[in-house]
């Protein structure tokens, strides 16, 4: 069910690749929702993605962007202004790539040419973004900023690597930039920490099922889907949420505030063939 919560408002959704990941769910709520956009990914995503149906379905126009690439970024705000008719007020960070993950490098053990890689993709790409859309004033007042970040920024997840870095300088650069968006253009920043998610990125990462089985074990409200992002997105992007800002939200089914949920219990104990009551 649609409730016209962006009726009037453009944006920007950088990072769909496939029906898997979450910006393509973001679109495809932005759009029930009532906005128009622009889509944005790296040329070789755009080749390997299957983003001309995404496009065709929402009515949007794809501008092809190495989101790590000042110009090209610029080339995107730019050609977004001119497509939907004026500044935007909503924007989607949904990039993140390790190739130590990928090369299966442990954190003990990195490549540093490849963390170099994996900062500049999934994090300064973000503060780019900002500085590009702030330095030719794209966004318009009220408008939204989200990035897509992890529990990993806050806490060691075992398989999650450098990316955990990367998720953290994220959030650093969503405080710092939101507050002066805040203060000098009423624009909030703000990145969410979702639950793990079997994205096309996600499943790359070492030991994601049981993962996935374990964050589901332990959250009161079980993982939250790459839908259910999406329309927490949404609320983000419309104007019922004005005066958030600088915030890492969770959503997560509560797994951020858990220790040890029964259902995890149960089943540790049940790995070490124990029968223990637990109340």
Known sequence: MAYNLLKGKKGIIFGALDSNSIAWKVAEQAYEEGAVFTLSNTPTALRFGQLDELAAKCNAEIIAADATNVADLSNVFEKSMEVLGGKVDFVLHSIGMSLNVRKKRVYNDLDYNFLNKTLDISA?????????????????????VVALSYIAAQRTLYGYNDMADAK?????????????????R?????????????????????????????TERMSPLGNASSEECANYCITLFSDLSKKVT???????????????SLRAMKMYNKSLGEDLDIE
């Open 186 to 214: 009423k624009i909030r920043v703000n990145t969410i920490s979702q639950s793990p998610t079997m994205t096309t990125a996600g499943s790359g990462v070492k030991g994601m099922g049981g993962l996935m089985d374990f």
């Open 246 to 260: 600088m915030q890492n939200l969770y959503h997560d089914g509560g797994f951020s505030n858990m220790g040890m």
């Open 168 to 184: 953290s300088l994220l959030e650093s650069i969503a405080r710092s930039f939101g507050y002066i968006y805040g203060r000098e």
């Open 124 to 144: 300064i790409s973000f503060h780019k973004m900002l500085q590009v859309a702030f330095k030719m004033d794209a966004i318009n007042s009220w408008g939204s």
